[in-house]
């Protein structure tokens, strides 16, 4: 250590020792309690920068801008990573509060951060986080349907959730625009086929396309895609088994869990996983699925009823209990009378108890045995395809989370705070988070506002709150904000109103369609000027309609405001303007004028 002269100079020398120094200590040659430290750090196979006071020139003024700087004149101190632990005692101390770990953390990970799953959340995460510098691998593996359906990187959302979902809904719509178009003058033949093949062909390309943009994004960016099933061994490493059953193993700083949700099959239905199907299976399915069952009320189960009878489709739907459990139940009911309308038939309350196959086939004859839930009934009848749709189950059962000490709820989904699990350096977005909300867009937004969190000093995180929603039904459902039942039961019937109106599409109008089908629904705050609690929208593109509505809930718009906003005429989204009918008046609530 060469000579040191002048206070300033001291001083600045022991900051540059102690921010340079990942370990630092300084210590006497004599004094045991150092001894004591070295021991510690020793066995942990930690080797401190040490500094021996009594040996090093210019010990003594070292040590006086030392005392000044912890206001203690004892050895030893410790430094990690520049925060001050103290002396022996207080070293010993925090190992054992398990504080000294998360300081000693080993940093020759081999990564800085990895994502295990890769779709939406977990994609967005990772490539907000490469922009800080940081060195980001992404993990995904798809395991097998019981039919053996796979597909590519990008998650449920765009491989068997909302892009091919969202694509037969506008097959089906089509379907109903050609029938409209005779009474707007066109001449369109009475036969109108449509082509299952086709349309899932070309669908199933857009969709491998979307794969490999993915792989090239990541890629670009300087994310590293691992296409193995990720385990976790300890809290900061993983095994990964790629398809041909090789083994290898990672570690990482930081993690992020993004593994979503698998549909769940029925335990209580003989034949279930045999011969039947979900929703993962069907936007690939590679025949026509003639006439189906679909089993469940989920917005998955009523939206893929909806577009296959919207293509011509033999459609029943068997349903336990209630329609969408959680939205809004007059909606719900609503927008299962309408399905019924459109020549969709429901079985209430059922539930399959087996499936037998009559004949192989593509599609096949499937026998179903199903009973009635209060007066076990029992009831059968032949169809060609039997689709469950009655809930998912997160993807977190066999990824090891045991050995990490992440904290599961019953239903296995993690509890989080700010995205982060009870393990510091563990965090979790998207389906799997308990108690948030199942959305693509959301996990996205999760996932942007955690890396920015994690790497870039950022305090903004996701609101799960006012997020708006459509369920793409032969008739369109959007909301946002509270249900009726759930405004009820926090504010109190009393306090809120309900605004209503029925409402019959001008387009309708000419087309014959069905009068005064369409809803529209605000649900307002009494005591708070009529604040607006929830909105609810039953019509055509619901999600274009419903898309802004979050920004007026989370400003805390109220009725008013409402009404003092122009509509577009003519549209349906105007209703919302001239909204003058409550319930609490008794009043009609159906269409009048133009």
């Known amino acids: 250590m060469p000579p040191i002269s002048g206070s300033q100079d001291i001083r600045q020398y022991l900051e540059d020792l102690i921010q ?176 299952w093949d086709r349309m899932k062909d070309e669908i199933q390309n857009y969709i491998r396309s979307s794969n490999f943009k993915n792989r090239v994004d990541l890629r670009q960016k300087s994310v590293d895609y691992i296409n193995s099933y990720a385990s976790f061994v300890d809290p900061h490493k993983i095994k990964c088994i790629d398809k041909k059953g090789n083994e290898t193993f990672l570690t990482a700083d930081k993690f992020i869990i993004a593994t979503g949700e698998r549909p769940r099959y029925p335990t209580d239905c003989v034949g279930a996983n045999k011969y039947s199907i979900t929703s993962d299976d069907l936007f690939s399915l590679p025949y026509n699925p003639g006439k189906t069952l679909v089993v469940g009320a989920s917005y998955v189960a009523l939206e893929c009823a909806g577009f296959m009878r919207g293509i011509g489709l033999d459609v029943t739907v068997m349903v336990r209990s209630i329609l969408l459990r959680g939205f809004d139940q007059e909606m719900a009911e609503k ?113 942007v506002l955690l890396a920015r969190r994690m790497f870039g000093n950022s305090t903004v995180e996701c609101d799960y709150v006012n997020v708006p929603t459509t369920v793409f039904t032969p008739l ?29 599409p001008l387009e309708w109008r000419v087309a014959h369609r069905p009068e005064n089908s369409c809803f529209a629904k605000l649900i307002v705050l009494r005591s708070e000027n009529e604040r607006i609690l929830g909105f609810h929208y039953l019509g055509p593109n619901a999600g274009e309609v419903t898309q802004l509505v979050g920004l007026p809930l989370k400003m805390k718009a109220t009725k008013a405001d409402l009404d003092a906003l122009i509509g577009i005429h003519p549209t349906c989204a105007e209703v919302f303007t001239t909204l003058v009918v409550t319930k609490r008046s008794g009043l009609s609530a159906d269409t009048k004028g133009c």
């Open 20 to 195: 340079s120094n990942k370990v630092l200590l300084f210590s006497t040659t004599t004094c045991p309690f150092c001894a004591k430290v070295k021991a510690l750090f020793e066995s942990l196979n930690i080797k401190p920068f040490v500094i021996e006071l009594n040996v090093v020139d210019n010990g003594t003024e070292l040590r006086q801008a030392l005392s000044a700087k912890v206001g203690r004149t004892s050895v030893p101190q410790v430094f990690i990573n520049g925060q001050h632990i103290g002396g022996c005692d207080d070293t010993h101390k925090a190992r054992d509060d398990g504080v000294l770990s998360q300081l000693l953390k080993n940093h020759n990970y081999d990564y800085d951060l990895i994502v295990i799953g890769g779709g939406s959340g977990g994609l967005a995460a990772s490539k907000e986080a490469i922009k800080y510098g940081k060195k980001v691998a992404v993990m995904d593996y798809i395991v097998p349907t019981p039919l053996g359906t796979t597909w590519g990187l990008g998650g449920t959302c765009l491989n068997v959730g909302c892009i091919p979902k969202k694509l037969m809904h506008t097959a089906a719509l089509i379907g109903q625009t050609l029938k409209d178009g005779i009474n707007f003058g066109w001449d369109i033949p009475e036969n109108v086929n449509h082509n």
């Open 335 to 447: 927008v299962g009378d309408y399905m019924g309308i459109e020549g969709i038939k429901f079985l209430r309350p059922f539930i399959p108890t087996s499936i037998e196959q009559i004949e192989a086939g593509t599609p096949g004859r499937l026998r179903v045995t199903a009973k009635r839930t209060d007066t076990n009934e029992e009831i059968v009848d032949e169809y060609n395809t039997v689709l469950f749709a009655i809930g998912r189950d997160p993807c977190t059962d066999k990824i090891g989370l045991e050995n990490t000490g992440v904290v599961k709820e019953k239903n296995g989904k993690i509890k989080t705070i700010s995205e982060k699990t009870n393990i510091d350096h563990i965090y979790a977005v998207g389906d799997i988070l308990y108690g948030k909300l199942e959305l693509t867009p959301v996990a996205i937004e999760a996932g």
């Open 476 to 504: 369109e459902y959007g909301s946002c904000g509270y249900s009726e039942e759930l405004a009820i039961q926090e504010f109190g019937e009393d306090n809120i109103d309900v605004y209503i109106q029925n409402h019959w």
